[in-house]
């Protein structure tokens, strides 16, 4: 049986599935931090910080103003690590023998990390005496050998970040946590919880865990989307052959179902047959999407820009190594999410000293219209957010269009309204 659905019911659905439709009651608690990111799988990181880190832009969108330090508590009571899952990212534990598979082959002499590891023995033994020695490292740890290099050089001159760095790749170290956003490492086989260190995964069943979990994140999805959820760098940890096979087994066990979305082609699209209750509320009227929040442009809503396309007609690149005179949408652009669709970007700074948010430019999207309605919605989402940063003033310096500026000004000056 295939399902029909329409543009909306899909981008409704996929809102749904990443927790993103509306907020929970309630002050966010640990607990509901690492339920988050059990429901969606990895939370890729990221260095940029001129408004908040990207994970915790991320957490904020689904939970509201959390404190960030539950992250590094949750690390600490060894519920969360990282590994290379959607490029670098925080995820469960208890998911690290699913990417086993890729540990060993990355540590194998017949790859580059391996055949590093093995040619700089003498590193990663001082790597390993320190551990011994100290418990936990950090690549601070130890002392540069010589000048400082060129910027371009990752390791910053200290052969032992390297070494942490590729032991970590190869899974003989794992993220313990971190200190001033630097990693600690500790031995994986001994800090990893023993049934985690002691699961060992079958191919079969490393293929199904990836695409079921993948499946549940995405709400909705291609071979190549689900195939894009778990992947370092440019290569996917599910098998591109066993990924439409595995979807239709889960489609024969009930878990999936076989949809067609309008105007969206010929192609094969899936969606997690947990979403059918769902489904059926969206046709009745009930349960749209009602949340207004800004996104990081490292969301996993958002990560996949075909995807973005698709569901949402958002044309979406972060301009971050592009030139400045060539920019369009500024330097760190968050997309609006609005009720379910992207209604706009802002390209925001936070000065926490002076306690002052800036919006350097704001675009709406081209069919979005400068309403106060939309002004009010945007304004409670900024407002939101600045709470979560530590608060303090906002200043518009530009909006696209221009009449949008003046809207938004006086619904930031309005009364807040519960988003």
């Not at 607990?31 to 910080?49: G, H, P, Y």
């Not at 778990?230 to 949809?259: H, Q």
């Not at 407002?383 to 809207?407: H, Q, S, W």
């Amino acid at each position: 049986m295939t399902i029909q659905l329409t543009r909306d019911e899909a981008r409704w659905l996929a809102v749904i599935a990443q927790g993103l439709d509306r907020r929970p009651r309630g002050k966010p608690n640990d607990a509901r931090v690492l339920d988050t990111i059990r429901k969606i799988v990895c939370v890729q990181l990221d260095t940029i910080s001129v408004v908040a880190r990207s994970h915790e832009t991320v957490l904020f969108s689904r939970l509201g103003a959390f404190d960030p330090k539950s992250v590094w508590r949750l690390f600490e009571q060894k519920h969360l690590t990282e590994y290379w899952v959607h490029a670098a990212a925080i995820v469960p534990v208890d998911s690290i023998p699913y990417f086993r598979k890729q540990m060993h082959a990355y540590g194998s002499p017949e790859h580059d990390i391996g055949r590093w590891l093995i040619e700089n023995r003498e590193h990663v033994d001082r790597v390993f005496e320190a551990i011994e020695a100290r418990g936990p490292v950090m690549s601070r740890d130890f002392e540069r050998d010589g000048d400082r290099p060129d910027p371009w050089t990752w390791y910053g001159g200290k052969i032992e970040k390297q070494a942490l760095d590729l032991l970590w790749t190869a899974g003989d170290l794992s993220i313990v946590g971190r200190k001033g956003f630097q990693r600690q490492y500790d031995r994986a086989d001994r800090w990893l919880p023993e049934p985690v260190r002691l699961h060992q995964v079958e191919e079969e069943a490393r293929i199904d865990w990836l695409i079921r979990t993948g499946l549940s994140a995405l709400g909705i999805t291609t071979t190549q989307w689900i195939r894009d959820y778990f992947r370092a760098g440019a290569k996917s940890n599910i098998p591109l052959a066993d990924t439409p096979s595995t979807l239709d087994r889960l489609v024969e066990a009930g878990e999936a179902v076989r949809v067609e979305v309008k105007g969206w082609g010929n192609g094969p699209v899936w969606l997690d047959a947990a979403l059918l209750p769902r489904l059926e509320e969206l046709r009745a009227g009930r349960g749209r999407p009602t949340l207004t929040t800004v996104l990081s442009p490292f969301d996993s809503l958002v990560w996949h820009r075909e995807r973005l396309h698709t569901l949402f007609g958002m044309e979406y690149l972060i301009e971050v190594y592009t030139p400045e005179p060539k920019r369009v949408y500024g330097y760190y652009s968050l997309p609006i999410l609005h009720r379910g669709r992207m209604i706009g970007r802002v390209d925001l700074h936070y000065n926490r000293k002076a306690k002052l948010l800036t919006i350097r430019t704001l675009h709406l999207e081209p069919r979005e219209r400068p309403t106060p309605a939309n002004a009010a919605a945007v304004a409670s989402a900024i407002r939101d957010y600045l709470a979560f940063l530590g608060g303090g003033e906002i200043v518009i310096a530009r909006t696209n269009p221009d009449v949008f500026a003046p809207l938004l000004a006086d619904a930031l000056l309005s009364e807040p309204k519960d988003n």
